[in-house]
């Protein structure tokens, strides 16, 4: 729920130029030539910093190496690694909303993940290099929602940016139609686009291993295993902690791993920890450990009062 | 485990203290990475292209 919030709050931080509404124009300010390290399109009216893979591609494309994208988008890595993908990026905070949704959930292959690395060579490199053309944002479903049909409500209201625009180009429907198709996918999968797709979460990904804040496991401590009254070490038999995974990790094994976004949800089983990667170097940092204790402890308390409840009453000896 | 994340994990898991050397190497080269992008007004390239929105490239125009 905490992390709902903070996600709604970046969104609407990424997105406020809110002066943009009532004119039907959009941001041109300064502000422009900052990447925020999330996926939120530049094309937004309301957003007032760069999407990095729109700017990425555009560096490309003039053949210059990015080296202000990628000083940016590694010095958030270094620090907090996916964090920003789990915490702040818009998008990912609408595929979890879409989640929600009624809809008969299904996993995908785990060979699927490797795919946005795909995505970030041929369609962010090599595609933009030969064409001169910014592919991914053309297809972008996040640019689509942001971007594409916010500019279509402008053109309905007589924007002047908005003037001589054909939207009903196929380009325009492609792009639509994946919106569409990826929506359908969020609320059938966890975090589709963001696992399979997203070459901004490649890029961050990569800075995992070595990031600052770091991810790590005591199995001993599994709040979960201890209310089920199971081995403490036999972690992996009730995946609680993988299950409320929003990138479909197995937890345990895969705690650091490239596809972590640092989201915290599996904290709250005990066994996993945030920690710092300098400094005290050992099973966490106070506040993390603190947060698993208090995790062990509701469990621990949950358990007795189960058992208590159960207990039958002892006949009356008298 | 994808091939990438192998060798990355390789390189860094088996100590802690290579795992901070990374972490330094890495700011280090980011930090420069950015200076060489200031400097070389990638900046204003950056605002430049988000501000004059190609409606062309948002496949909408």
Known sequence: MKRRIVQFIALLFTNSYFVAIPRATFYQGALKGVCVPVLNCYACPLAWGSCPIGALQHFVIIRQFPFYVLGILGLVGVFVGRFPCGWLCPFGWFQEIVYKLKLPKFSAPNWLRHMKYVVLVVVC?????????????????????????????????????????????????????????????????RRPFCRF????????????????????????????????????????????????????????????????????NCTSYGSVYWKMNLGQGGRGTDRGRAEAAAARGAAREAATATETAEKPEAPDSS | MCPLSKAIDFLVKPDPARTATFFVIGLVVFEAFLIVGLVTEHFWETLSNGAMICLSCIGVG
């Open chain 1, 125 to 189: 490199g090599l595609v933009a290099w030969w064409t001169y053309e910014p592919w991914f944002c053309k297809i972008c479903p996040a640019g689509t929602l942001e971007g594409g049909l916010p500019w279509l409500l402008w053109q309905a209201r007589g924007s002047e940016g908005a003037e001589g625009m054909s939207f009903l180009t196929w380009v325009f429907g492609l792009k639509v139609l994946i919106l569409a198709a990826l929506v359908l996918l969020m609320g059938m999968m």
């Open chain 1, 197 to 264: 797709v997203c070459p901004l979460g490649a890029l961050l990904g990569l800075t995992n291993k070595f990031s600052l804040l770091q991810m790590d496991t005591h199995l001993d401590d599994c709040a979960i295993a201890y209310a089920l009254g199971s081995d403490f070490k036999n972690c992996a038999s009730c995946m609680h902690c993988s299950k409320d995974c929003p990138m479909g990790l197995k937890v345990p094994e895969e705690i650091g791993s490239v596809d972590c976004i640092r989201c915290m």
